[in-house]
């Protein structure tokens, strides 16, 4: 199978499963026991941590591990959220977009439905919210008794559209805000460091980056506090109770390891991909790309079609599956719903446009021959679809 569906997971690096099988093999204690096993499985814990925090420009302390970007999410939303009324008595207002993954939509939904204030902030054409429009949307709130929260995130995983992070995040300080951004699809792949984009929480995701699935982690800035979703245990800093996960820890370090090692050069690679994706898409007859050429992460393709409205998305992914290329029409959650993508529809793009899209994803893995069966295999599909 050629695979170009790297936003919805990655194959997990031989280096991740080696050292994770390595471990798995040698230790199996509990973390939390006084013994040597456990010392040593403590000892893999804090490695992970530290690598994080390496990666992030901040203190280990600072990083909880979850099981993935969805916990991440919905902890840094519901677990403020919870500080906010177990404090206050109050729950905080929360200012977000229609074009965020739906580990935030629904989490803020729930928040919403509890009795929370939401405002979904307007996207320009590309699904980007501007520094403007979050300074007018607060200004609007005005004063709180306790901080709002804005939740907006990094890059797109259906466009791989880059919101401007750091001078969102400016914005909501200067009115007290409190920011969460859904780094899920940008860590390890662009560089970046909490104190450079001066949020308070950051969520990740370990299967995103060749790291297994079923681990992530939140970056929780000082200052801001969270009330535990999972209670019953004192584990990582009484945050998040449960025996942790030490194999998928090791993993994630590893997967962390060899992003931070391949950076620069991973980058090159995908953005000379990227290019030669674009221009193959670009040559297909009435294709029309919906990721921007400025200003999108790098890796993710997302196109449709002027004749959308005769096109099926779905038909579209299965035809290339029979051709034995792997691609996606948006969210993998949301694949085999038949609904247009949220986020092409809050973009303002068509109900058939929407439908009717293909997103190519790529990782360091990927190579030219891949990205050129990716382009012929769509040639084929419409053909055969369009009957020419
Ligand atoms: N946020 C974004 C932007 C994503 O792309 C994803 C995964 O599709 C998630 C959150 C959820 O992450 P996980 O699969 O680790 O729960």
Request: proline share 4%.
């Amino acid at each position: 199978m050629i695979y170009l569906d790297n936003s919805a997971t990655t194959r997990p690096a031989p280096e991740v499963t080696d050292r994770m099988n390595r471990y798995a093999a040698e230790n199996f204690a509990n973390a939390g026991s006084v013994h040597r096993g456990g010392q040593r499985a403590r000892v893999a814990l804090e490695d992970a941590h530290d690598r994080l925090a390496q990666a992030l420009g901040c203190e280990p302390k600072h990083i909880v591990l979850t099981s993935g970007g969805t916990e991440s999410n919905n902890f840094a939303l519901k677990g403020y959220a919870f500080a906010c009324r177990k404090k206050h008595g109050l729950w905080p207002a929360i200012l977000t977009a229609r074009t965020e993954h739906h580990a935030v939509l629904q989490p803020v939904e729930f928040l919403a439905w509890q009795g929370a204030q939401v405002v979904y902030l307007d996207v320009d054409g590309h699904g980007r919210v501007s520094p403007d429009v979050l300074e007018a949307a607060l200004q609007t709130i005005g004063d709180c008794a306790v901080r709002p929260v804005v939740s907006l995130m990094h890059a797109n995983n259906e466009t791989g559209v880059l919101n401007p992070i750091a001078d969102l995040a400016a914005v909501a300080r200067a009115h007290n805000g409190v920011f969460h951004t859904d780094a899920v699809q940008t860590f390890g792949k662009i560089p970046f460091t909490a104190p450079g984009l001066g949020v308070d929480m950051i969520s990740m995701s370990a299967h995103k980056i060749h790291g297994p699935k079923g681990i992530g982690a939140l970056y929780i800035g000082s200052g801001v506090e969270l009330e535990p979703l999972i209670h019953g245990g004192a584990q990582q800093r009484n945050r998040r109770g449960g025996t942790e996960p030490v194999e998928l820890a090791v993993g994630f370090d590893e997967a962390v390891r060899l992003a931070l090692e391949h950076a620069g050069q991973s980058r090159a690679h995908i953005q000379q991909l990227d290019a030669m994706l674009r221009a193959g898409l670009s040559a297909i007859q009435g294709a029309e790309i919906v990721t921007p050429a400025q200003g999108a992460l790098p890796g993710i393709v997302n196109v449709t079609f002027s004749d959308a409205a005769q096109l099926d998305g779905e038909g579209l992914i299965v035809g290339m599956d029979l051709q034995g290329v792997a691609v996606s029409n948006g969210a993998a959650c949301t694949s085999g719903s038949q609904q247009p993508s949220h986020v092409l529809a809050a973009m303002g793009l068509s109900a058939e446009r929407a439908r009717a899209a293909v997103r190519f994803s790529l990782s360091r893995y990927s190579v030219p021959e891949d990205v050129q069966a990716g382009i012929e295999a769509l040639q084929t599909v419409l053909k055969q679809v369009r009957g020419d």
